[in-house]
């Protein structure tokens, strides 16, 4: 049995869609108070009424400094402190070398590493004064263990969360801060319904669990990187994935056995 969250209070940028909010919604379920957090302020508002009164929406690009700063500052005038910021705003345009340009690169790097670390930053005061925090960065699967055509600059951005997690995790440590990473493999958002059901069928077949993850299968690691049972923990990635990296040859997928 786990200690119950209620009445804590958690930041989850990026949480108008997608990954994003089944973090919100599950958070909420568990009693935390949801500072839900997008570009839109319409779209974050949103996914706060559907969690309930301990939601509430806000406006931040996470490139930006002073945004990240009025994102802290407000979940601290709205719910008094920040004991989870669930870092999770990341966008994944495709570009192959060759053909990707300068201001692609710095675009993805800009929102999912220096949005990293903006969020982790304009937290921090709060939390250090807390003496307790927890962390949790949204990765990916690409970049620290896959590749993919098109992903180059999304690779790094996502390789280098993990590098910026394991620093962090050592500096915030004095203050009872831990630091984690959730590594989703392919999940199935709403994004990935526009795709189509043939490229949902043909991603799942490279699964051994032979289909895509639900936004709450993240959802559950990130509650649990947030618990008070998981203190002890930091500086950690957890790939959820279906077992998606496992497989050495499409032969391992084929030479499996039914259930
Ligand atoms: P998504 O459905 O496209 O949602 C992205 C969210 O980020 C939206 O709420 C978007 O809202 C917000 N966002 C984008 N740029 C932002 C910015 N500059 N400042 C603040 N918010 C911003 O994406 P997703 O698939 O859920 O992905 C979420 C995270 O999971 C990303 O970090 C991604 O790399 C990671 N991930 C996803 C998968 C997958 O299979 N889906 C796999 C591995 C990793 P606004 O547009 O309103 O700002």
Not at 40 to 59: D, H, Q, R, T, Y
Not at 114 to 120: D, E, N, Y
């Amino acid at each position: 049995m786990f200690t119950p969250l209620a009445g804590k209070t958690v930041i989850v940028t990026g949480a108008s869609k997608g990954i994003g909010r089944g973090i919100a919604l599950r958070f909420g379920q568990a009693g935390l108070n949801v500072l839900v957090v997008s570009r839109s302020l319409a779209e974050a508002e949103k996914v706060a009424a559907e969690i309930g009164p301990n939601a509430s929406g806000f406006a931040a690009d996470v490139t930006r400094v002073g945004d990240c700063d009025a994102m802290a500052a407000t979940a601290v005038a709205r719910y008094g402190s920040i004991d989870v910021l669930c870092a999770n705003a990341g966008i994944f345009p495709a570009a192959k070398l060759g053909e990707m340009t300068e201001a692609d690169f710095d675009h993805v790097i800009g929102t999912n590493l220096k949005g990293t670390f903006l969020s982790v930053s304009a937290v921090l005061p709060q939390m250090k004064a807390q003496k307790q925090g927890r962390i949790v960065l949204t990765s990916s699967i690409t970049g620290p263990i896959t590749g993919f055509p098109g992903w180059s600059h999304y690779g790094a951005s996502k390789a280098g969360q993990l590098g910026f997690m394991r620093t962090a995790a050592i500096e915030l440590a004095p203050w009872n801060i831990t630091v984690n990473a959730v590594m989703p493999g392919n999940i199935h958002t709403e994004g990935m319904d526009g795709m189509g059901e043939a490229y949902i069928a043909s991603t799942a077949a490279c699964v051994p669990m032979k289909k895509l993850g639900s936004v709450f299968d993240i959802a559950n690691a990130a509650l649990f990187f947030a618990s008070e049972e998981a203190g002890y923990i930091t500086g950690q990635g957890l790939s959820i994935d279906g077992g998606q990296i496992l497989p050495e040859s499409p032969m391992a997928l084929d030479e499996m056995g039914t259930a």
